[in-house]
């Protein structure tokens, strides 16, 4: 077997890139992990609600990582009509992202009523922008909802989506079980989903009790790992890597009620080659982190003639932490990866 691998740089169709110090510690991380293609996530303080505001953006993000294509997001919000989203296509932004309401970080802007967003649906349909779902519903203990449920409970939703605008490219993001992979397998070829790295290593366990490891949706049962790691397996085109690396601040992480998210950008690529190796599909690794993604977002496919990105067979330990851009390096200060102090097996030859 050979010691090194080749293969295109990757693309992360899911990543929180934050704001301040923080996105100017984890931006220029993104090409340090391997990838040069990521989608940026609009919930920010205040979130991305116009085209403006995300063209602005993307701006600051080009200026920390110019080797780095970033695909702008808009925030759904009750102020984004039809001739918002003709501006956004016009200026060159690729998708919106749908947070139900409270459901995670920054989503208390978020969506309560699909149906009244169906004309902004429609218009996204014919400007073939993507539409990106954060797929749980807001837990209700009245309605039995908790956060072991809240995703099976949302896939009727994507399914009623899906029936009434089949032309619109729609994303499950981060699936966390086996019902969701079965659901967006069993639709058509416009409903793809993104699969996380820490999601295909962790279960309800590893996450219980740590707080590094909690992110939302969390981390279920064993039995939905192995439908995760199943469908990457076999090489389904329609499920591709969004890592939805989310980095808080370690005293954020470790307070009474931690920040759900969980960090991975700087170490994504010997994440996912370490994993693929395990289950035994390293010939699978390049369509899951680069072809298949960017299919399904009609970006151009890495060609012959473009860089590669080098991996090698060298052991890899995490860091305990990295410190934050502008900090102070205590504790308050530093961002505390997925699997910290642990070894990979792989690491980037040269970046």
Not at 28 to 46: H, K
Not at 242 to 262: L, N, Y
Request: proline fraction near 7%; charged fraction near 20%; aromatic fraction near 8%.
């Amino acid at each position: 077997m050979s010691d090194t691998l080749s293969l295109p740089w990757a693309s992360d169709f899911h990543c929180h890139l934050r704001q301040g110090d923080m996105m100017d510690t984890v931006v220029p991380m993104v090409e340090q992990g391997g990838v040069r293609t990521v989608l940026a996530m609009p919930n920010l303080t205040p979130p991305l609600t116009t085209t403006q505001m995300a063209v602005d953006y993307g701006t600051a993000l080009q200026k920390l990582a110019p080797n780095v294509r970033f695909i702008l997001t808009l925030y759904l919000n009750p102020d984004l009509k039809p001739e918002e989203v003709a501006k956004a296509a016009a200026a060159g932004i690729t998708a919106v992202k749908v947070y139900p309401s409270g459901v995670t970080t920054n989503s208390d802007w978020g969506v309560l009523d699909f149906k009244t967003y169906y004309p902004t649906f429609q218009a996204m349909q014919d400007h073939n922008l993507v539409l990106c779902l954060h797929g749980e519903c807001p837990s209700d203990a009245s309605k039995g909802i908790c956060i072991l449920n809240a995703e099976e409970r949302f896939l009727a939703t994507l399914r009623e989506l899906h029936e009434a605008f089949p032309r619109l490219r729609i994303v499950l993001e981060h699936a966390t079980t086996k019902a969701a992979v079965d659901c967006v397998k069993s639709l058509g070829d416009t409903v793809a989903c993104t699969i996380t790295a820490h999601h295909l290593f962790i279960t309800i366990d590893d996450w219980a009790g740590q707080p590094h490891h909690f992110c939302k949706p969390v981390a279920k049962y064993p039995s939905d790992r192995d439908a995760l790691q199943e469908v990457v397996r076999s090489g389904h085109p329609r499920f591709f890597l969004g890592s939805d690396s989310a980095p808080h601040p370690r005293r954020a992480k470790q307070g009474e009620k931690p920040a759900a998210g969980v960090f991975t950008t700087p170490i994504l690529v010997p994440l996912m080659a370490t994993l693929f190796e395990r289950l035994g599909c390293l010939d699978k690794l390049e369509a899951f982190v680069s072809t298949y993604g960017r299919a399904f977002y009609q970006l151009p496919a890495a060609s012959l003639s473009d860089a590669r990105l080098v991996l090698r067979r060298k052991a890899l330990e995490i860091p305990e932490s990295y410190s934050i851009s502008g900090g102070s390096a205590q504790m308050s200060d530093a961002v505390v990866p997925f699997m910290a102090k642990q070894e990979l097996a792989w690491q980037i030859d040269s970046v």
